[in-house]
């Protein structure tokens, strides 16, 4: 290993290549394909990046030396590298991207400038306002960031000036790596036998002076005794806060030698103390379902199970978990909201305890990267997680399990790599040469169609566990009932005295609006005129709550209006329906029911979350208002009624898969109700009742929706029939967006013809004033996925050269949902 001289450095950046750098020879044996290392890029810039590979081919320009390299020598694995290259190369992105999508950013750390006071005493010349700004804050400050500066400045963006202050002396900037993976330490006490014993004249100076020390040393003892053991421990801040002693007493007790401490690396995971439970009980039709799985896994096809709502695929997942834990192998199990893990986790930590760790977003980015290295060490069997899991570094991948394979959270829209994790479960599933099963009770049309044409095992569970009966499905015809104006709000009738009989029956009802807000949006009575976002072409969405307006796409925030800008009149309504409508009316309706919202604004946190859903899970809610969050694999066993207060906007929404999609959310949330001993019951409002949608929905015909829409798909060639690519163009610039696509359309149109699209507006065509149009690519699969997106690429980078183009942005995104 000594003899390389050179090392392929990726570093997280969007470029389509790696750097060379020169090994010094004090390191040469530290340096391995997958470790990390730290490199200067640029004039002054820090990087952590990863070795790619170590060779001797001389660079035909003066390499820089690595700088720094870390203890972890595979800390990337050769699996991680095989997939980020596949990951690369299918979704057109660089291969930075994707480390920055699959290490935590506390693990791989980059510099950012920092700036420190000098003196101001020394110049002479003069200063322009902005560096006198500076200058004032900086005098306080001593040493700051960029960011504090701008802000504490008001000016957008100081770097001019700070380099200007630095040429002056009165600045120096530096580098310094921030957020960097800190482990957290605690000290721990440790008493043993003979610590009394070697010393003694201690002992008996602190037993007669009675102080705290020897309340201290009693306790000590006394555990020691009971113990029946040679040595015991405890934290230091368990003995300062049980015994009311403090610091200075533990540390004259260690110079005495009665006592020792030891500062240790400790998790920031929390632990559980919960019992085991046994290996699930199969009933008769899960065994079927569990044998043809197997038989799948041993032929080494990926599997479908296609299972409807509450037929028991968890029971069946842990069965399969159980089998490649036993044989000295890990599993990793998906999910596609952060929601659903809080009750998963409990079902899971029953059965693998404590070998079983949590990854996603909503824990901190110091508690994901210490999850990734304990993997590195294997000291998890199980992982449980969202779609960022996928890249986590496995040594020994038994399983991957897909619940909800056909959710579309599985899909990452922003920024790159915009992959789709259960697609690359496929791929990391041959990597690791491990089993993959997907599952769903309403699967996706591309991964049902695998199942029919043999590329997958297809497993089906058309029984609920305990036969319990699938809910009564009922359509509300509201157009109706708002002719023969019965309405209640937005309530129809029926669906107020089921929610009535539920309550009166102590049972709980879920109340479905895929919604959030009050209301979509504003609108004067008089002209028409309705609030938009001055950043987004979106009209701005209203928030009892906080009583503003809010843009969904930006973020921005105004006041409420209460006049129109456009003509004056104070006549202003409320137009559509969201969660906080419901929540409000369903309470005026019900005063004496305990009514809940989950949604996006009620549940930011994970700590949110956990409380709406413990709430509801143990009876404290009676009626839980809420968007799709509600309708993904949760089970409550009250639960006996659904409302889904207006199917019609997932039906008219312009998407070739609007109807799939509307199908799969009115089918789950209708699976919520009446999973444990009785019939549920739920009831959809529409103002189309006779939709062909609907009424598979009413008679769970999957198969009929799955035969209309590809059908439908093969005539109009959208996928699974065709590949699919969708480049986003944008810019601040309207004419330069037009431009740039046209040209880029044009270009495309040579090679590709008909398959090309567009270019076109998108339903929102600009946001955070970005100008935004799209061309659609639908090509046959026959043809070369890779030839067609090396042609585009190529494309791209013709415009990206011409520099009345350059400044516009271009996005890849490839199996859009």
């Known amino acids: 290993m000594s003899e390389y001289r050179f090392a392929e450095i990726l570093l997280p950046i969007p470029l389509h290549q790696t750097f060379t750098y020169s090994i010094p020879t004090e390191i040469k044996e530290k340096i391995t394909r997958g ?59 660089s291969q930075g991207d994707v480390l920055n999508a699959a290490v935590p950013s506390a693990l791989i750390p980059s510099s950012q400038s920092g700036f420190y006071y000098d003196d101001i005493n020394n110049f002479t010349g003069k200063l322009n306002d902005a560096e006198n700004k500076i200058i004032a804050f900086m005098q306080n400050a001593k040493t700051s960031d960029l960011n504090k500066i701008a802000e504490a400045t008001n000016i957008k963006n100081p770097m001019r000036q700070l380099q200007s202050l630095q040429q002056k002396g009165i600045i120096n900037i530096n580098q310094n790596i ?26 008996e100076r602190i037993n007669k002076k009675g102080s705290r020390q020897k309340d201290i040393i009693d306790f000590l003892n006394n555990e020691l005794s009971n113990s029946k053991q040679n040595k015991i421990e405890f934290e230091e801040s368990e003995i300062i806060k049980t015994l009311s002693v403090s610091k200075p007493s533990i540390v004259g007790l260690e110079k005495k030698g009665l006592i020792s401490t030891e500062k240790r690396e400790v998790s920031r995971i929390e632990q559980f103390d919960i019992p085991k439970t046994t290996s699930p009980n199969l009933s008769e039709a899960q065994q079927i379902a569990y044998n043809s799985t197997k038989e799948g896994i041993r032929k080494k096809k990926p599997v479908l199970l296609h299972g409807i709502t509450s037929s028991g695929k968890t029971e069946i997942y842990i069965k399969l978990i159980e089998d490649v834990i036993a044989n000295g192998k890990q599993a990793l199990y998906m999910l596609p909201e952060i929601a659903l893990t809080v009750q998963m986790i409990l079902r899971l930590r029953k059965h693998f305890g404590d070998k ?47 619940d909800e394979e056909h959710e579309s959270s599985y899909k990452q829209q922003n920024p790159d790599p915009r992959y789709n994790a259960r697609d690359i479960a496929i791929v990391l599933s041959n990597i690791h040469k491990c089993s993959v099963v997907l599952g769903s009770a309403t699967p996706s049309i591309e991964s049902y169609n695998n199942a029919k044409t043999g590329k997958y095992k297809l497993v089906e569970l058309n029984t609920r566990f305990g036969d319990v009966a699938l809910p009564e499905i009922s359509i509300i015809d509201i157009k109706d009932g708002y002719r023969r104006k019965i309405m209640k709000g937005h309530f129809h009738p029926d669906l107020l005295n089921s929610v009535e009989t539920s309550l009166e029956k102590k049972e709980q009802v879920i109340l479905f609006q895929n919604r959030r807000g009050y209301a979509p949006y504003l609108e004067c009575k008089d002209c028409a005129w309705v609030p938009h976002c001055n950043s987004c072409n979106v009209s701005l969405t209203y928030h009892k709550f906080g009583n503003s307006l809010t843009c969904h796409y930006c973020g921005e925030k105004s006041g409420m209006v209460y ?127 006779s939709h062909p949608i609907l009424t598979q929905v009413l008679n769970n015909d999957y198969i009929s929706m799955f035969n209309d829409q590809l059908n439908e798909r093969s005539a109009f060639r959208y996928p699974p029939h065709w590949s699919f690519i969708i480049i986003k163009l944008k810019n601040k610039d309207k004419q330069k967006v037009y431009a740039a696509a046209n040209t880029l359309a044009n270009n495309l149109k040579l090679n590709l013809y008909e398959r090309v699209k567009g270019p076109e507006e998108p339903l929102i065509n600009r946001i955070k004033n970005y100008y935004i149009l799209n061309i659609h ?37 490839v199996d859009p949902i």
Not at 618 to 631: A, F, P, S
Not at 649 to 656: A, C, G, I, T
Not at 780 to 797: D, G, M
């Open 35 to 93: 470790a990390r290392v730290t490199v200067n890029f640029g004039k002054r810039k820090l990087y952590t990046g990863i070795v790619i590979s170590v060779h001797n081919n001389i660079p035909d320009f003066e390499a820089k030396n690595i700088e720094d390299y870390y203890e972890d020598q595979e800390f990337v694995t050769e699996h991680q590298l095989q997939l980020w290259k596949w990951i690369s190369e299918y979704y057109c992105c």
């Open 178 to 203: 921030y957020k960097k993976y800190k482990p957290v330490y605690k000290n721990y006490i440790v008493f043993k036998n003979d610590f009394l014993e070697n010393n003694a004249e201690e002992y």
């Open 356 to 402: 079983i760790g949590v990854f996603h977003s909503k824990y901190s980015l110091n508690s994901r990267s210490e999850i990734y290295q304990k993997l590195l060490k294997k000291e998890y069997n199980v992982i449980l997680g969202v779609r960022s899991s996928i890249f986590l570094p496995f040594k020994d991948l038994g399983i991957i399990i897909v």
């Open 563 to 689: 006049t129109c800008k456009s003509c004056g009149s104070t006549n202003l309504t409320t137009k559509g329906l969201g969660t906080e409508q419901i929540e409000d009316e369903i309470t005026n309706l019900f005063p004496e029911a305990r009514v809940a919202r989950l949604d996006f604004d009620t549940a930011k946190t994970n700590k949110s979350y956990e409380r709406i859903f413990k709430d509801f899970a143990n009876y404290n809610t009676d009626i839980l208002v809420g968007t799709q969050m509600i309708t993904k694999g949760l089970d409550f066993e009250r639960l006996s009624l659904v409302g889904i207060l207006n199917a019609d906007n997932m039906l008219n929404f312009p998407d070739f898969r609007a109807f799939e999609k509307a199908y799969q959310l009115l089918a789950q949330v209708s699976g919520r109700a009446g999973r444990r001993k009785k019939q549920g019951k739920v009831l959809i409002q529409t103002f189309t009742p």
């Open 777 to 813: 690519i639908r090509f046959e699969k026959k043809i070369s996925s890779a030839k067609i997106k090396s042609f585009i690429i190529n494309q791209i980078n013709s415009v990206k050269d011409n520099k009345e183009l350059s400044s516009t942005s271009f996005e890849i995104d």
